[in-house]
């Protein structure tokens, strides 16, 4: 009876695979015979009938044990499982791997599918020497056979070794402690920081220590080496002792008087300096010394101080309280568009001696700042009505005039109104009018009197006006379209304009041109009603009072803008009230704002007043009356005068009496007061 056999061929590398391809039942030989499994059940399949039973010696017993191929039978079996896995019949030096065998193997399985079949595996197990090499495990060396098995281990690697090409390695262990990376401590120069003495200091440490995986590193960190005094500054990386101006304020100086006696607000006074130490005992300490007058000696009500010292003395002022009381005189007036007061100041000249004379000026000063959106009128800051808000305040954009003929077409005046500087007390409305295209004439027809002429030259011109929007045109008897008859403020309805009313108003600007009694008044119109052309007149009302009383005369303004007219016989000293005023061409009359003006006297030169003398202001108001003065008292000291300074002194002896008596009355005032 003929057997069909299945053959896997394997060899030492690939014993798994073929181990994992085997039945159940597999028989291992340590002795590199071969070992056969079978399964009694199986069929016949061609594609596995290169091996068959006869081929190969087989001992087997009835029930399908195992039994061993003949060692003879080695050679043969083996080639047969070549030519079975390679589909070659002469194999003879032919190198056929074991990895060919077992994929051919694998195919045969696949094509037999999942039936039972009689199946032989063949495997080979040649014989392997122990401890024929060794490899590394882990951390270790372990022995292994020619086969490559793992066997017993030859040797376990210290924690400072290795395991690497199956032996083991020494690891390089760079530190175990922190002192084996460097010695902690100060690095480099001091240095100065924060006004104290720093110095960078060098920390080392160890990582891992003790391993193969140990490193050293190293900080660096600045620090505090000397705390430098409030007396010292670090320079260099040291503290050096600052240089201590002073520590006591004796140390600067010996505080006292210094100097003369001298005259001050009547009394004898003489200076005091005193010495300070600053910052004492510290590197920032300085000396410094204020000199302060210090009364000595309070002169009586009939004396003077002269010369540092009290003299009875009649004098016409000891200061300028003698002379009066400064401060402010008259009302309040408006001067550039600001609130001003005359101030009066009094002077006592050589206070304390018999020469003092009291003299007084006046100054205009500065008491109300108004403010942008102010005026200045009647001495106080007014708000002022602004001339526009917006460009709607100045009047409403429209056309203006007649057509007229340009470039062949007919045109038309069109009148633009700008608001500048809105909101703001300088406002001021601008126009701006332009040529704007009404009808363009066709080919066959020309431009004439502002409107095209053709077709209709038979027709009349002018027949009748008719409302479009708010504009009411003139129509020809042909109903052609001919020039804007004017525009209807308040709407056009029934072919004509509606209650078309003007609205004029008028702001009052300041007054320029003051001098030689005379002025400018200034004003600003603002038609705010019709675009086409309606006289407003305007005019101011001035005078010394906010009653007037006196009136320019009237000027025919249609536009909106400024205007202004000179006024004569405004006399200086006096301050002038003065509004504009408006009427409209419908007879509606508005007022501008009250505003003001001052006139000052006129500063003459050396030549403008005659005197008599030098004709020099200074020569004679002021040199020429002092060298009087002088040489007066010049007589009175060589006596040339005796009767005189009897008289003199009787007077003066008088207001002695009369200055005692005020202070006595005075005193006794106080006391019965407290």
Known sequence: MKTIYKVTFCASLILIACVALAPQGVFASTNGSIIINYDSNGGADTDCEALDAPSCVVWRDGLGSAGHVDPGQWEFCKTKAVQYASGLSDVSGLNITFEQIAQRAERCMTMEGNNTYKTYRIS????????????????????????????????????????QNAQC???????????????????????????????????????????????????????????????????????IDQNIVCSTDSQCGTSGYIGSNFCYDGNVYKNYKTYTCNNAGTSNSSCSNVTDRRLQTTCSTNQTCNNGSCVDEDVECDSASDCGTSGYIGSNFCKNGDVYKSYRTYVCHNAGTSTSYCSNTSEDRLTDNC???????????????????????????????????????VYRNYRTYTCKNAGASTSYCDTDTEDQLIDNCSSDETCDDGYCEGSHNNCTTQSYRQCSGNYLYWYDSCGNRGNVDQYCQNGCSGNSCQNNIINSSVQTTQATNIFNNQATLNGYLSNTGSTYSCASYVWFQWGTTASYGNTTNQQAMSYTGAFSQNIFGVYPGNTYHFRAVAKDCNGNTTYGQDQTFYVYPQVLGASSVSTGLTNNFWMDSFILPLMVVLAIIAMFKMGMFVSIEKWLAGKKLVRRNFKAENELSKRISDIRGI
């Open 371 to 409: 403010d942008a959106d102010q005026t200045c009128s009647g001495g106080s800051c007014e708000d002022e009505d602004v001339a526009c808000d917006s460009n709607s305040d100045c009047g409403t954009n429209g056309y203006v005039g007649d057509n007229f003929c340009k470039n062949g077409d």
């Open 169 to 239: 390695v020494d690891q390089n262990i760079v530190c175990s402690t922190n002192s084996q990376c460097g010695t902690n401590g100060y690095i480099g120069s001091p240095f100065c920081q924060n006004g104290d003495v720093y110095q960078s200091y060098r920390t080392h440490t160890c990582n891992n220590p003790g391993t193969p995986q140990s490193s050293c590193s190293q900080v660096d960190n600045n620090q505090l080496k000397t705390d430098c005094t409030s007396n010292q500054t670090c320079s260099g990386g040291s503290c």
């Open 124 to 163: 080979f197990t040649p014989a392997c020497t122990t401890h024929a090499s060794k490899a590394c495990v882990g951390n270790s060396v372990y022995w292994k056979n020619s086969c490559g098995a793992q066997e017993d281990v030859f040797q376990v690697c210290s924690t400072n070794q290795i395991c």
